[in-house]
């Protein structure tokens, strides 16, 4: 056997290497577009950023004669000259930019340009409400206040300025404007305190950079000598001299973070690093996976293959193992090239080698060894899953069709490491991905336990296993095999069904597209504008009336689509008793999740709550409630899933599976992940009930009893005063946790107990069974 | 040499309701032979050939290739015949003779062996020139030359094609057929399909009709004539075919 896996591994390797589209996305996109890139545009930001800054930039003064040492300052800064009242305490000296950062150009602005008879309620202190951002440019002993960009405090005049900047920076006339009002200087020295206007666009690159050099000036060089100087005045009359200017500063606050750069370079690349190997792992999966099955098919060499003596297996495991070697090798090139490139970077863009230093010395060779061996079984994982997904196509584009929604299932938990404070359990070890980007993370910051190691390598490796047996069995299968490019036939679209036939299971898939699509376009926002239309509209219009409608288009047989047959009084009480169980079940399932990871159940708690809070209205009155909460969901939410959905999942399926998928839908649809899993459980429990009862009427019944019991629960909880409430609900706790594995037995046995409809003599119900 | 019994498959269909593609043929080949299975387009010929070379599983009754039943044993019936379809393209990243080492390597031979009988093939297919070009290159012509030499490349008493002159031009068809008959010589059998009439009439021993997914006749050229009653063989596939529609009008 392994010889022919080493004869079609060495061939597809070959084979791939000579294939333009993989080495492009192997070895060119790595090894000479990432540097090449990544240096070029990083060379024109700073570049332009450079150039930006070095830029001469004009500057409009209205009223300029009100400040004449102001402007006389100004004109100082502009030309390059030292600042004549530096801060004596000041260790660096010149915190001024260097000359060609400050060159502007001062335009004067004629009186007529603005009406100064607005000018009379101005120079007052502006009242600081509202903590808009100039009020940390005030300073409370500050004689000056700046405002900066469109505070309301302009003033008439004021706001006329603003509109005559936006014209000058949308002209290119000038980039930011001065409005120095009447008095200005003349109510500074008489102890007062003034208003200066810094007016510019942040958003635009040059009106900031001329406002930042503006604001530059004005405090370093005209409000922090004149601070000083008040400070020593007052200083003075108390008696004090200036060194005791500290008595203004009671509490230092120095930075001291225990993270030097270099942890923070670590924690910086804990974050993006995970999810960023991850997806390389995918991205290098991806074109040899569809190459090698769905090429294959496309250009006819698959049957080729076919008929030599190789068998399935070893075909399906040659092609595993080139997909996965070039997975590996694609994501370990990425990473170098990466790497090398933000190492050059750092050290020739940053002066003195600043990040550069510590950028070798944070990966240890053992975190790149043990990342690695954590990836083996990922890329395993992956690449099993992008062969078998891409299997299914029949030509390359269709494989990329297929597997895109697939790299983007596996993008959000590769995004873990990015999401702040959530850290591996050993719970979460077992989800997969999610594990691995957390892990990577825990590798990089060097803060991981060898047990999580161990339990996220054995889980990717179980899955990866898995993964492989799935994809030799599809290989096995002829029907995916035999689905050459040339044989169109997509089924969903081809006409109508037969009359009087039932759904298939990609009308099914797409029916339930189209709901929970609508659910969220239209549905929402209905229930958001008002509760008691918007439940009606989702639950009849759209979850029941997509349903009839799906069958009118179908023309299904009605009855037989939805089991509209009476049911037995045993099934009715069965659906009562799987009512209550699992509702005990429901309760405990949702125990034992906050038990697992608190804090994950914790938030979506929280998220319940505030969509509960949109539901107020209806628990006015309990049979508000009860109609809307219990009947409605109980009568269309059952009418779709255990109607057209659980129909089109059954052929071709084992019982379970089909009700494994339906509770599967049951649970998306709810679009609520904190209560995903007892929701899917319901799911597949009342699916079971249909298919075991041929009627849809008991898992009505089941769906309303539960959804009852829940509002029930809540209106006795509300009734109950608060300390006797506490009490109600560690009393139901306590109970579940009794109760919810009896209730579980009791369940399989019941479902297990409803055996066989009725009396087979119905035609349509035998019509059933056949199918 | 083969030999079906109630070969059938049937491919399921949950919304269009099942396809018999192959209704329980029976078919028995000798030694030496050249038979030919004749059939319009979508009559099942394609699914029959698939399932003597078991590509395909027989939903029903079985079938022998050179006495090994192709369900049990699947791989060693692979090795004794060698299969070439419209289907069976080349690699077009591999060289001509890449490709056919591959696939002798599959097969199991020692690459002394092998270099030997390359050598003889790419002689008398005359595929010395472009033995070293990259199968993408190639001209049809060539590529059918490549799927020649890989098809035989391990010297299989049993050859199946399935409509090998489909696509082809008037001088690579006749390479392809130049080829059957030569087949002829070498004790092979040979099945193939084709919905050419007279591709059949000058190459076939034994000429099977099938239609629907059923064999309406089969039997030598003359047999077939002499029970028809028709002067062609054109004459005899419209004379059958025009019968088993009375017959399924009756039914």
Redesign the interface.
Same mark, same amino acid.
């Given at each position: 056997m392994w010889r022919n896996v080493r004869l079609i591994f060495s061939k597809e390797i070959k084979d791939t290497l000579r294939d333009r589209r993989t080495l492009f996305i192997m070895i060119l996109l790595p090894i000479l577009l990432y540097p090449v890139l990544i240096i070029t545009v990083t060379q024109l930001v700073s570049y332009q950023t450079l150039a930006l800054r070095s830029e001469l930039y004009k500057i409009k003064i209205w009223n300029a004669e009100e400040a004449p040492r102001f402007i006389e300052l100004l004109g100082k800064y502009a030309a390059g000259e030292k600042n004549p009242n530096p801060d004596p305490d000041d260790k660096k000296k010149t915190r001024a930019a260097p000359r060609p950062f400050r060159r502007l150009e001062i335009i004067r602005a004629s009186a007529a340009e603005i009406d100064t008879s607005s000018f009379l309620i101005e120079n007052e202190k502006p009242e600081t409400e509202n903590g808009s951002e100039t009020d940390q440019d005030a300073g409370g002993d500050s004689p000056l206040w700046i405002e900066t960009k469109q505070t309301a405090r302009a003033g008439a005049a004021g706001l006329k300025a603003m509109d005559l900047v936006r014209q000058g920076i949308d002209s290119r006339e000038f980039y930011a404007g001065l409005y120095i009002r009447r008095d200005f200087e003349a109510v500074l020295d008489n102890g007062g305190n003034a208003v200066l206007n810094i007016i510019y666009d942040s958003t635009n690159e040059r009106s900031k950079e001329a406002g930042r050099r503006l604001r530059e000036f004005a405090q370093e060089w005209y409000i922090a000598p004149m601070q000083r100087e008040r400070q020593k005045k007052v200083l003075a009359k108390a008696g004090m001299n200036e060194h005791d200017l500290s008595y203004f500063e009671p509490v230092e606050t120095p930075k001291r973070d225990l993270a030097g750069s270099r942890e923070q370079v670590r924690y910086f690349m804990a974050m993006i690093l995970p999810m960023m190997l991850i997806t390389m792992v995918l991205t290098g999966a991806f074109y040899p996976a569809i190459d090698l099955s769905a090429g294959e098919k496309e250009r006819g060499t698959m049957e080729t293959l076919l008929v030599s003596p190789a068998s399935r297996i070893e075909i399906v495991l040659g092609k595993y193992f080139t997909v996965c070697l070039i997975a590996l090798v694609t994501a370990l090139l990425n990473i170098l090239s990466l790497g090398l490139t933000v190492i050059f970077l750092a050290s020739s863009l940053i002066p003195q080698g600043a990040a550069s230093g510590p950028m070798t010395t944070i990966i240890s060779a053992g975190t790149i060894l043990s990342m690695f061996i954590v990836m083996l079984p990922l890329a395993a994982l992956f690449s099993a899953m992008t062969l078998a997904i891409s299997s299914f196509a029949r030509s390359f584009k269709e494989g990329q069709n297929y597997l895109t929604p697939f790299i983007i299932l596996v993008t959000l938990p590769a995004m873990a490491s990015m999401i702040p404070g959530v850290h591996l359990t050993s719970a979460t070890c077992f989800v997969p991905v999610f594990n691995t980007s957390l892990l990577f993370k825990s590798l990089l910051m060097q803060k991981f336990e060898f047990s999580h190691v161990f339990l996220v390598f054995g889980a990717n490796a179980l899955y990866a296993a898995m993964a492989i047996r799935w994809t030799v069995r599809l290989f096995q299968r002829e029907e995916i095999l035999f689905r050459s490019a040339d044989d169109v036939s997509l089924r969903f679209w081809r006409a109508r069904p037969k009359p009087g036939g039932l759904p298939t299971g990609a009308q099914a898939l797409v029916l339930f597209f189209i709901v929970v699509t609508l659910q969220i376009l239209i549905g929402y926002y209905a229930q958001a504008k008002n509760i008691f239309v918007g439940l009606p509209v989702t639950l009849i219009g759209i979850v029941g009336g997509s349903a009839f409608l799906f069958a009118a288009w179908g023309r299904f047989d009605v009855r037989r689509l939805f089991r509209f047959h009476a049911p037995r009084i045993s099934h009715i009480l069965i659906a009562l008793a799987i009512a209550v169980c699992g509702f005990v079940i429901a309760q405990e399932i949702a125990f034992l999740q906050r038990l697992l990871s608190p804090s994950a159940t914790e938030s979506m708690r929280m998220l319940e709550k505030q969509m509960l809070e949109k539901m107020r209205p209806l628990l006015e009155h309990w049979w508000l409630a009860i109609l809307y909460m219990a009947l409605l969901p109980g009568i269309f939410e059952e009418l779709l899933f255990r109607g057209p959905l659980l129909r089109g999942l059954e052929p071709g399926r084992k019982k379970w599976q089909a009700a494994v998928l339906c509770g599967i839908l049951f649970g998306i649809m709810h679009l609520d992940f904190a209560r995903a899993i007892p929701t899917g459980a319901l799911g597949v429990a009342l699916a079971f009930l249909v298919i075991r009862s041929g009627s849809i009427f008991p898992a009505m019944i089941a769906h309303f009893a539960y959804n009852g019991t829940l509002v029930g629960l809540v209106f006795t909880a509300d009734a109950l005063p608060e300390n006797q409430a506490k009490n109600f609900e560690s009393l139901m706790e306590t109970s579940c946790h009794i109760a919810a594995l009896p209730c579980l037995a009791a369940v399989v046995l019941l479902l297990y107990l409803t055996r066989k409809p009725r009396a087979v003599t119905d035609t349509s119900l035998k019509n059933d069974n056949i199918s | 040499m083969i030999r079906t019994e109630n070969l059938t498959k049937i491919?399921?269909d949950?919304?269009?309701g099942d396809t018999v593609a192959v209704d329980h043929i029976n078919l028995h080949i000798k030694a030496g032979t050249i038979f030919g299975l004749l059939g319009p387009n979508g009559a099942g010929k394609t699914t029959a050939l698939r399932m003597i070379?078991?590509?395909?599983?027989p939903t029903e009754g079985r079938a022998w290739v050179t006495d090994l039943d192709v369900t049990e044993h699947? /791989?060693e019936v692979? @090795?004794r015949?060698g299969?070439m379809?419209?289907?069976? /393209?080349?690699?077009? @990243?591999?060289t001509a003779r890449?490709m056919v080492e591959?696939?002798g390597?599959?097969?199991?031979m020692d690459e002394s062996e092998l270099a030997k009988k390359i050598g003889d093939i790419f002689d008398t297919f005359d595929m010395r020139e472009f033995e070293n070009r990259?199968c993408g290159k190639l001209s049809t012509g060539q590529k059918q030359k490549v799927s020649i030499a890989?098809t035989i490349i391990h010297d299989p008493p049993v050859l199946v094609f399935d409509e090998p002159t489909t696509g082809l031009d008037v001088i690579v068809a006749r390479t392809m057929l130049e080829f059957i008959r030569s087949c002829r010589r070498d004790d092979r059998v040979v099945i193939f399909s084709t919905h050419h009439m007279t591709e059949a009439e000058r190459l076939c021993d034994e000429i099977a009709f099938i239609h629907e997914g059923r064999i309406l006749a089969s039997g030598t050229l003359d047999e077939l004539k002499e029970q028809t009653e028709a002067p062609t063989l054109e004459d005899v596939f419209f004379k059958l075919a025009g019968e088993a529609g009375e017959a399924d009008g009756v039914a």
């Open positions: - | 491919f399921p949950v919304g269009a070379s078991t590509v395909l599983r699947p /791989a692979r @090795r015949i299969f379809s419209g289907n069976t /393209a080349v690699y077009d @990243r591999m890449e591959y696939f390597r599959l097969h199991g990259l890989r």
